[in-house]
Protein backbone atom coordinates (compact mmCIF):
# COMPACT_ATOMS: atom_id res chain seq x y z
CA UNK A 1 0.00 0.00 0.00
CA UNK A 2 1.47 3.26 -1.07
CA UNK A 3 2.00 5.87 1.49
CA UNK A 4 1.90 9.41 1.09
CA UNK A 5 5.31 10.10 2.65
CA UNK A 6 6.28 7.57 -0.90
CA UNK A 7 4.51 9.73 -3.56
CA UNK A 8 7.48 12.12 -4.07
CA UNK A 9 10.18 8.81 -4.67
CA UNK A 10 7.40 6.28 -5.90
CA UNK A 11 6.87 8.87 -8.65
CA UNK A 12 10.16 9.58 -9.94
CA UNK A 13 11.12 5.84 -9.32
CA UNK A 14 8.59 3.28 -9.64
CA UNK A 15 10.98 0.74 -10.04
CA UNK A 16 11.90 0.87 -5.79
CA UNK A 17 8.72 -0.18 -5.46
CA UNK A 18 9.65 -3.54 -6.47
CA UNK A 19 13.38 -3.65 -5.02
CA UNK A 20 11.99 -1.73 -2.15
CA UNK A 21 9.81 -5.30 -1.52
CA UNK A 22 12.59 -7.66 -2.28
CA UNK A 23 14.68 -5.88 0.42
CA UNK A 24 12.01 -5.74 3.37
CA UNK A 25 12.67 -7.04 6.69
CA UNK A 26 16.27 -8.86 5.43
CA UNK A 27 19.47 -7.00 5.75
CA UNK A 28 19.85 -5.63 2.59
CA UNK A 29 17.14 -3.26 3.82
CA UNK A 30 18.72 0.35 4.04
CA UNK A 31 18.43 1.29 7.81
CA UNK A 32 16.08 4.45 8.89
CA UNK A 33 19.23 6.89 9.89
CA UNK A 34 20.09 8.79 13.26
CA UNK A 35 18.37 11.68 11.73
CA UNK A 36 15.17 9.85 10.92
CA UNK A 37 14.87 8.53 14.33
CA UNK A 38 14.54 12.00 15.65
CA UNK A 39 12.35 13.20 13.44
CA UNK A 40 10.30 10.18 14.39
CA UNK A 41 10.84 11.04 18.23
CA UNK A 42 10.14 14.71 17.31
CA UNK A 43 6.63 14.35 15.64
CA UNK A 44 5.59 12.07 18.31
CA UNK A 45 6.32 14.70 20.90
CA UNK A 46 4.06 17.20 18.63
CA UNK A 47 1.01 14.52 18.33
CA UNK A 48 0.90 15.03 22.41
CA UNK A 49 0.98 18.87 22.36
CA UNK A 50 4.48 19.36 24.38
CA UNK A 51 5.65 22.83 23.77
CA UNK A 52 8.05 23.56 21.24
CA UNK A 53 8.94 26.26 18.56
CA UNK A 54 7.32 23.84 15.57
CA UNK A 55 3.95 24.04 18.16
CA UNK A 56 4.33 27.83 18.48
CA UNK A 57 4.69 28.65 14.97
CA UNK A 58 1.55 26.06 14.48
CA UNK A 59 -0.73 28.00 16.96
CA UNK A 60 0.30 31.44 15.28
CA UNK A 61 -0.54 29.99 12.16
CA UNK A 62 -3.76 28.18 12.78
CA UNK A 63 -4.93 31.64 14.84
CA UNK A 64 -3.90 34.19 12.09
CA UNK A 65 -5.90 31.40 9.72
CA UNK A 66 -9.09 31.23 11.94
CA UNK A 67 -9.92 34.84 11.59
CA UNK A 68 -11.89 34.54 14.22
CA UNK A 69 -14.04 31.44 13.24
CA UNK A 70 -14.33 28.40 15.18
CA UNK A 71 -12.26 25.15 14.46
CA UNK A 72 -11.41 21.66 14.86
CA UNK A 73 -7.64 20.13 14.87
CA UNK A 74 -7.46 16.37 14.26
CA UNK A 75 -3.66 15.52 14.75
CA UNK A 76 -1.87 12.36 13.34
CA UNK A 77 -5.41 10.89 12.12
CA UNK A 78 -4.66 7.78 9.86
CA UNK A 79 -6.67 8.21 6.53
CA UNK A 80 -7.28 6.19 3.49
CA UNK A 81 -7.91 6.31 -0.30
CA UNK A 82 -9.54 2.95 -1.29
CA UNK A 83 -10.93 1.46 -4.34
CA UNK A 84 -14.33 0.27 -5.41
CA UNK A 85 -14.09 -2.84 -3.84
CA UNK A 86 -12.95 -0.87 -0.80
CA UNK A 87 -9.63 -2.27 -0.14
CA UNK A 88 -7.35 0.50 0.94
CA UNK A 89 -3.97 1.46 -1.48
CA UNK A 90 -3.27 4.77 -0.11
CA UNK A 91 -2.73 5.95 3.13
CA UNK A 92 -1.75 8.86 5.14
CA UNK A 93 -1.19 10.61 8.04
CA UNK A 94 -1.02 14.19 8.06
CA UNK A 95 0.40 15.95 11.06
CA UNK A 96 -2.06 18.62 11.66
CA UNK A 97 -4.96 19.60 10.16
CA UNK A 98 -8.10 22.44 10.68
CA UNK A 99 -11.42 22.03 9.27
CA UNK A 100 -13.09 26.07 10.12
CA UNK A 101 -17.00 25.94 10.75
CA UNK A 102 -17.68 27.42 7.24
CA UNK A 103 -15.54 24.48 5.69
CA UNK A 104 -12.17 25.94 5.33
CA UNK A 105 -9.35 23.94 5.80
CA UNK A 106 -5.86 24.21 6.38
CA UNK A 107 -2.97 21.70 6.48
CA UNK A 108 -0.27 21.80 8.49
CA UNK A 109 3.47 19.00 7.79
CA UNK A 110 6.02 19.66 10.18
CA UNK A 111 9.54 18.91 8.65
CA UNK A 112 12.71 18.65 11.68
CA UNK A 113 15.21 17.69 9.31
CA UNK A 114 18.40 19.76 7.50
CA UNK A 115 17.52 19.43 4.04
CA UNK A 116 15.48 21.48 1.98
CA UNK A 117 13.06 19.42 -0.46
CA UNK A 118 10.00 21.72 -1.49
CA UNK A 119 9.13 19.70 -4.28
CA UNK A 120 8.60 16.64 -1.74
CA UNK A 121 6.77 18.49 0.68
CA UNK A 122 4.28 19.50 -2.32
CA UNK A 123 3.56 16.06 -3.03
CA UNK A 124 3.49 14.43 0.46
CA UNK A 125 1.23 17.73 1.47
CA UNK A 126 -1.29 17.40 -1.59
CA UNK A 127 -1.50 13.72 -1.14
CA UNK A 128 -2.53 14.50 2.34
CA UNK A 129 -4.88 16.94 1.07
CA UNK A 130 -6.12 14.24 -1.47
CA UNK A 131 -7.19 12.21 1.78
CA UNK A 132 -8.86 15.26 3.47
CA UNK A 133 -10.72 15.79 0.73
CA UNK A 134 -12.01 12.43 0.61
CA UNK A 135 -12.79 12.00 4.63
CA UNK A 136 -14.30 15.38 4.59
CA UNK A 137 -15.44 16.61 1.33
CA UNK A 138 -14.53 19.45 -0.42
CA UNK A 139 -13.31 22.56 1.18
CA UNK A 140 -14.28 26.16 0.91
CA UNK A 141 -11.23 27.50 1.52
CA UNK A 142 -8.16 25.15 1.16
CA UNK A 143 -4.03 26.13 2.98
CA UNK A 144 -1.32 24.22 2.87
CA UNK A 145 1.84 24.57 4.95
CA UNK A 146 4.89 23.08 5.72
CA UNK A 147 6.65 24.45 9.06
CA UNK A 148 10.14 23.17 9.01
CA UNK A 149 12.50 23.44 12.11
CA UNK A 150 15.48 24.51 9.55
CA UNK A 151 14.00 27.08 7.11
CA UNK A 152 10.47 28.39 8.74
CA UNK A 153 7.07 28.63 7.28
CA UNK A 154 6.12 27.61 3.73
CA UNK A 155 2.77 27.25 2.01
CA UNK A 156 2.19 24.98 -0.87
CA UNK A 157 -0.06 25.74 -3.70
CA UNK A 158 -3.05 23.64 -3.77
CA UNK A 159 -3.96 21.07 -6.43
CA UNK A 160 -7.77 20.60 -7.43
CA UNK A 161 -8.52 17.61 -4.74
CA UNK A 162 -9.71 15.22 -7.60
CA UNK A 163 -6.65 15.84 -10.00
CA UNK A 164 -4.67 14.65 -7.00
CA UNK A 165 -6.84 11.35 -6.53
CA UNK A 166 -6.71 10.39 -10.62
CA UNK A 167 -2.84 11.16 -9.90
CA UNK A 168 -2.41 8.69 -6.70
CA UNK A 169 -4.27 6.34 -8.28
CA UNK A 170 -2.48 6.27 -11.37
CA UNK A 171 0.47 5.45 -8.99
CA UNK A 172 -1.33 2.86 -7.47
CA UNK A 173 -2.19 0.88 -11.27
CA UNK A 174 1.26 1.68 -12.64
CA UNK A 175 2.89 0.02 -9.04
CA UNK A 176 0.63 -3.24 -9.80
CA UNK A 177 1.29 -3.48 -13.40
CA UNK A 178 4.63 -2.44 -14.67
CA UNK A 179 6.18 -1.63 -11.26
CA UNK A 180 8.19 -4.99 -12.31
CA UNK A 181 9.13 -4.04 -15.55
CA UNK A 182 10.70 -0.20 -15.40
CA UNK A 183 14.31 0.50 -14.75
CA UNK A 184 15.61 2.42 -11.42
CA UNK A 185 16.10 6.12 -12.02
CA UNK A 186 18.32 8.18 -9.70
CA UNK A 187 17.86 11.42 -8.28
CA UNK A 188 17.26 13.25 -4.85
CA UNK A 189 14.83 10.51 -3.49
CA UNK A 190 17.34 7.57 -3.48
CA UNK A 191 18.38 8.64 -0.13
CA UNK A 192 14.81 7.86 0.88
CA UNK A 193 14.95 4.17 -0.46
CA UNK A 194 14.60 1.59 1.78
CA UNK A 195 16.46 -0.64 -1.18
CA UNK A 196 19.42 2.21 -1.99
CA UNK A 197 21.96 -0.53 -0.33
CA UNK A 198 20.97 -2.66 -3.79
CA UNK A 199 20.55 -0.83 -6.61
CA UNK A 200 22.59 -0.58 -8.88
CA UNK A 201 22.11 3.34 -9.63
CA UNK A 202 21.46 4.46 -6.06
CA UNK A 203 25.48 4.54 -5.34
CA UNK A 204 25.64 7.20 -8.07
CA UNK A 205 23.48 9.44 -6.52
CA UNK A 206 25.25 11.30 -3.81
CA UNK A 207 24.33 15.00 -2.57
CA UNK A 208 26.24 16.46 0.20
CA UNK A 209 24.01 17.72 2.95
CA UNK A 210 26.68 20.78 3.37
CA UNK A 211 29.33 22.14 1.48
CA UNK A 212 32.11 22.17 3.84
CA UNK A 213 34.71 24.48 3.50
CA UNK A 214 33.89 25.38 -0.38
CA UNK A 215 33.27 28.97 -1.70
CA UNK A 216 29.85 30.15 -1.99
CA UNK A 217 28.42 28.78 -5.23
CA UNK A 218 27.96 32.03 -7.98
CA UNK A 219 24.85 32.31 -10.65
CA UNK A 220 21.79 31.05 -9.54
CA UNK A 221 22.64 28.14 -7.14
CA UNK A 222 24.99 30.66 -5.10
CA UNK A 223 21.34 33.03 -5.36
CA UNK A 224 19.54 29.85 -3.70
CA UNK A 225 21.97 29.36 -1.05
CA UNK A 226 21.63 33.49 0.08
CA UNK A 227 17.81 33.06 0.30
CA UNK A 228 18.39 29.92 2.44
CA UNK A 229 20.49 31.73 4.45
CA UNK A 230 18.08 34.72 4.47
CA UNK A 231 15.68 32.32 5.50
CA UNK A 232 17.75 30.61 8.40
CA UNK A 233 17.95 34.13 9.54
CA UNK A 234 14.50 35.36 10.15
CA UNK A 235 13.89 31.74 11.82
CA UNK A 236 16.64 31.91 14.13
CA UNK A 237 15.04 35.64 14.92
CA UNK A 238 11.58 34.19 15.46
CA UNK A 239 12.63 31.36 17.57
CA UNK A 240 15.19 33.72 19.80
CA UNK A 241 11.60 35.99 20.49
CA UNK A 242 9.79 32.87 21.23
CA UNK A 243 12.25 31.85 24.12
CA UNK A 244 12.12 35.13 25.17
CA UNK A 245 8.97 35.31 25.75
CA UNK A 246 8.97 31.70 27.85
CA UNK A 247 11.29 33.32 29.95
CA UNK A 248 9.32 36.37 30.36
CA UNK A 249 6.10 35.08 30.50
CA UNK A 250 7.24 31.85 32.29
CA UNK A 251 10.08 32.55 34.45
CA UNK A 252 13.56 31.90 34.15
CA UNK A 253 13.31 28.54 35.20
CA UNK A 254 11.79 27.50 31.73
CA UNK A 255 15.32 27.77 30.58
CA UNK A 256 16.82 26.25 34.00
CA UNK A 257 17.78 29.40 35.59
CA UNK A 258 19.94 30.66 33.03
CA UNK A 259 18.17 33.77 31.30
CA UNK A 260 16.29 36.34 33.90
CA UNK A 261 14.61 39.14 32.40
CA UNK A 262 16.47 42.55 33.08
CA UNK A 263 14.97 46.05 33.60
CA UNK A 264 12.40 47.61 31.35
CA UNK A 265 12.85 50.93 30.35
CA UNK A 266 10.10 53.56 30.82
CA UNK A 267 9.07 55.53 28.00
CA UNK A 268 7.33 58.72 27.95
CA UNK A 269 5.13 59.85 25.43
CA UNK A 270 3.34 62.41 23.77
CA UNK A 271 0.06 61.74 22.03
CA UNK A 272 -0.83 65.42 20.11
CA UNK A 273 2.04 67.70 19.20
CA UNK A 274 -0.96 70.00 17.89
CA UNK A 275 -2.37 70.20 21.52
CA UNK A 276 1.08 69.95 22.86
CA UNK A 277 2.98 73.20 21.50
CA UNK A 278 0.21 76.06 22.65
CA UNK A 279 0.22 74.19 26.30
CA UNK A 280 4.20 74.79 26.24
CA UNK A 281 4.24 78.15 25.06
CA UNK A 282 2.61 79.76 27.61
CA UNK A 283 4.60 78.29 30.47
CA UNK A 284 7.48 78.93 28.31
CA UNK A 285 7.38 81.50 25.49
CA UNK A 286 11.25 82.45 25.74
CA UNK A 287 12.18 78.39 25.83
CA UNK A 288 10.09 77.20 22.86
CA UNK A 289 11.89 79.77 20.43
CA UNK A 290 14.70 77.95 20.72
CA UNK A 291 15.70 75.77 17.41
CA UNK A 292 16.72 73.17 19.44
CA UNK A 293 13.76 73.07 21.49
CA UNK A 294 11.37 72.87 18.44
CA UNK A 295 13.06 70.48 16.60
CA UNK A 296 12.80 67.82 19.69
CA UNK A 297 9.06 68.60 19.79
CA UNK A 298 8.91 67.76 15.93
CA UNK A 299 9.56 64.38 16.70
CA UNK A 300 7.66 64.17 19.96
CA UNK A 301 10.35 63.44 21.84
CA UNK A 302 9.55 63.69 25.40
CA UNK A 303 12.95 62.54 26.60
CA UNK A 304 14.56 65.05 24.52
CA UNK A 305 12.06 67.78 25.75
CA UNK A 306 12.57 66.76 29.37
CA UNK A 307 16.23 67.05 28.98
CA UNK A 308 15.99 70.69 27.28
CA UNK A 309 13.53 71.62 30.27
CA UNK A 310 15.93 70.45 32.73
CA UNK A 311 19.07 72.44 31.10
CA UNK A 312 16.96 75.71 30.18
CA UNK A 313 15.48 76.11 33.72
CA UNK A 314 18.24 74.15 35.81
CA UNK A 315 15.64 71.66 36.50
CA UNK A 316 16.40 68.18 37.80
CA UNK A 317 15.14 65.37 35.20
CA UNK A 318 13.13 64.42 38.11
CA UNK A 319 11.71 67.75 38.75
CA UNK A 320 11.50 68.68 34.42
CA UNK A 321 8.79 65.39 34.04
CA UNK A 322 6.63 66.46 36.92
CA UNK A 323 6.65 69.94 35.56
CA UNK A 324 6.03 68.86 32.15
CA UNK A 325 3.25 66.57 33.41
CA UNK A 326 1.26 69.62 35.40
CA UNK A 327 1.61 71.46 31.59
CA UNK A 328 0.72 68.47 29.24
CA UNK A 329 -1.65 66.42 31.85
CA UNK A 330 -3.19 63.34 29.35
CA UNK A 331 -1.31 64.40 26.23
CA UNK A 332 1.81 62.88 28.27
CA UNK A 333 1.25 59.25 28.82
CA UNK A 334 4.23 56.53 29.68
CA UNK A 335 4.72 53.01 29.26
CA UNK A 336 6.77 49.99 30.04
CA UNK A 337 8.75 48.14 27.70
CA UNK A 338 9.11 44.06 27.68
CA UNK A 339 12.47 43.47 30.07
CA UNK A 340 15.86 42.79 28.19
CA UNK A 341 16.40 38.97 27.80
CA UNK A 342 19.87 38.49 30.25
CA UNK A 343 21.75 35.81 30.95
CA UNK A 344 21.79 35.13 34.80
CA UNK A 345 24.27 35.77 37.01
CA UNK A 346 26.88 32.67 38.63
CA UNK A 347 25.38 32.13 42.64
CA UNK A 348 28.40 31.89 44.76
CA UNK A 349 28.28 28.12 46.10
Known amino acids: MLRASEVWRVRHCLASVRLSEEVKDTPQEAPIGEMAERGTAEHEELATGKDSYLQHLAAKEIEAWA ?6 VYVEQELYLRRDDLVPYFVGHPDRYVIRDDHALLVIDF ?7 LDSWADQINS ?21 KYHGVFRIIADIADVVTKVIEQIAFLTRHTGDRVQPLPGAWCRYCPARLI ?14 GQPL ?39 ANKWVVGKGKRIGEISSLTKALPLLSQHFSHFMMTASLL ?10 LRDLLAKEKGYSAKDAEEALKDILGELLTFKET ?11 E
Not at 246 to 251: I, Y
Open 67 to 72: EGHSYK
Open 111 to 117: KTGPILE
Open 128 to 148: YFALIYEAHGCPSKINLIVIS
Open 199 to 212: CPVAEKYNTPLVLS
Open 217 to 255: PTGEAGAEVLARLHILKKLVAEKISYYEDLVRFQGPETL
Open 295 to 304: EAVGTVSYAK
Open 338 to 348: KGSIEEAPKQI
